[in-house]
């Protein structure tokens, strides 16, 4: 499995991406009252192959941050560089060439398939629109994907209502493949199915990284399905990375208090291990981004805070090889 | 005598593509204080039993086909509408998955919590606010006094489930059926929700009933846990037996596809298959067609929830003639 991004070779490198949404207040002459800064100065890079997974809660930018990356939201600031190509600074074209190397698949298969489109047509659309192939080689390059994503190309004719959740998003996979892209961004891609069936989708996103050395950035909120999936694993709290390490490190030996505090809050499957465990309770929601707290943003619910804490943002830095947002870190 | 009793109840929709049979035979039993667990994926039939229970099935397109369900004495499903009335939500409380919707939007928090004392007891307004206020506080609502007359938009999710949990327990229910009360919530906030319905479990001794598909969730909160595929219990035991010495194909099947508690790097275990499409008539064992234990028995005859051991009963043929 590769871990060392330097070795591999760097796909995507994001640098200090910060994406700030005004808020206005009045009907007729709108008036600025504040800027959510749903993402506030974020760092990550993806190697070639690698699977980086992306945790948080709901609310602290997770999902803003990957459409930035796709530039579905515009960026206030900081870099996007896809295979040294910096998106930030291209012209439409460019940009569109660099989202050929680059899509997406969504969390509701629900909501993002068109209802309206059989699932040839909606297969078959990306490949006109980018003109991969001749038109003549279309079909046969639609049912490749549909075996690719493990379905039958008999379906193909068929609309979305008539399959499941688990083979609708099979379809929005085979979408974004059909490109044949570098880096896949999955936002939630299994928050909506059941246990079975997130399974199949977990072990198929796995399978297509590892055969065809593509990139995901997979962002979910279960912290057992990104252990998982993960070769490395970011931590985001309030627009900001707080932890970011290799899967296991980070998951199994967690050391920024709120990646410890999301840690314990995971309901284990046995019984035994449930009942003698100490569950760290964080108190209260996360703050709002309105209005963010000074310093340390998890300063508010945090067990460990000091006077210090309050005082600055702390910055990323390394320890116990991986790298943490906290100044108190080493000393609990 | 149990607090629950629950008898071959049967639910099932008419509607134009068929007859679904949502819940297809359920039988299980409820003492006083105890949490049970009811596990399943979606369609499965588990929030349909308990929805059959509060009488909250629409009829039509849904009809409850057979079945009883006694609650200290009273069968909610064919007594008068005005016992049932005294007894839902006065006796029986629940809480839904969706703290967004289960709220009624135009309403300040502090008409919708007192609602049912003002229905099911004699009470002054003004003595519902106070016993409403109390509830707030006991929930965990900061400055409920100041709270308890906002709208729900100006709560967070977390604590309108709060709201919710304070608004179920008001009227100081024997037993609370739970929805699947977490799924809409961040972890961190399910933890505070669990810590709060366990610490209102024990103050009020109430019997709870916890829908959820989260294997995880169930572990540290239930006594005994069951486990529903299509519209049937499958397997019944305390929570322990059916994490450790679990003997339904179908449950081992579900612990083994569990992201952590499988190795890292490999395959997950997967189910094949899908679940079954149950407008359409089936003979046999529903799980049958996914089973990897399947034989030629198990799409022949209907299998029984039966006891293998006192408390732990599961319907698997195999496993009942000792086959598998």
Known sequence: MNTDPAKTGTVLEIRDVRTHFPVTAGFLRKRLVGTVKAVDGVTLSVGRGEVLGLVGESGCGKSTLARTIMNLVPATGGTVVLNGRNLSQSNARELRAGRREMQMVFQDPYASLNPRLTVFEALSEPLLVHKVCPASEVPARVSGLMRTVGLAPRFLKKYPHEFSGGQRQRIAIARALAL?????????????????????????LSQ?????????MFIAHDLSVVRHISDRVAVMYLGRIVELGGAEDVIDRPQHPYTRALVSAIPTPDPDVERRRQRIVLAGDPPSPLNPPRGCAFHTRCAHVREQCRAAIPPLAVHAGREVACIRIGEF | MPLLDVTDLRTYFHTRDGVTRAVDGVDFRLERGETLGIVGESGSG????????????????????????????????HCKPAQARAIRGKRVAMIFQDPMTSLNPYMRISDQLIEPLLIHERISRRDALRRGLEALEAVGINDAAKRIHHHPHEFSGGMRQRVMIAMALITRPELLIADEPTTALD??????????IKAMQKELGMAVIFITHDLGVVSGLCDRVQVMYAGRIVESADTRTLFQAPRHPYTRALQRSIPSMQPKGKDLYTIPGLPPDLSRPSIGCAFAPRCESAADTCLASDPKLAEI????AQACLRVQAGTL
């Open chain 1, 180 to 204: 044949e892209p570098r880096v896949i961004i999955a936002d939630e891609p299994v928050s909506a199915l059941d246990v079975s069936i997130q399974a199949q989708i977990l072990n198929l």
């Open chain 2, 46 to 77: 588990k929030s349909v039993t308990c929805y059959s229970i509060m009488g909250l099935i629409p009829q039509p397109p849904g009809r409850i086909e057979s079945g009883t369900a006694v609650f200290d004495g009273v069968d909610l499903l």
């Open chain 2, 309 to 312: 051991v006192p408390g732990h």
């Open chain 1, 208 to 216: 297509l990284c590892g055969q065809m050395n593509l990139s995901l």
């Open chain 2, 187 to 196: 972890v961190t906030v399910q933890a505070q929700i669990l810590e709060l």
